[in-house]
């Protein structure tokens, strides 16, 4: 009798984990096709390129250094004025 239980509590227990792994499986599909939209949404905006290290960056984002070279950030900006290539 005990060991009729304890094959029941182990069923209920392989249940439950396999109800719970299809769930993150679900969720992993929407949030990778929530992303691939993202991704196809995202080149509309105009993006150039960091002259130092060469992430794309939206140009409203970009930091123009003086002689018209783009760069992510600030810091990258300084580096690579300091630094040319
Ligand atoms: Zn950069």
Redesign the pocket.
Known sequence: MARLFVLIAAAVLVYAYLKRQRQDERRTVREEAATASARVVAPAKPVRA?A??G?FIPEDEIVIAKGGLA???EA?RRRGHAEPH
Do not use: M, Q
């Open positions: 960091c130092l290290c992430v760069f992510c950030s990258h």
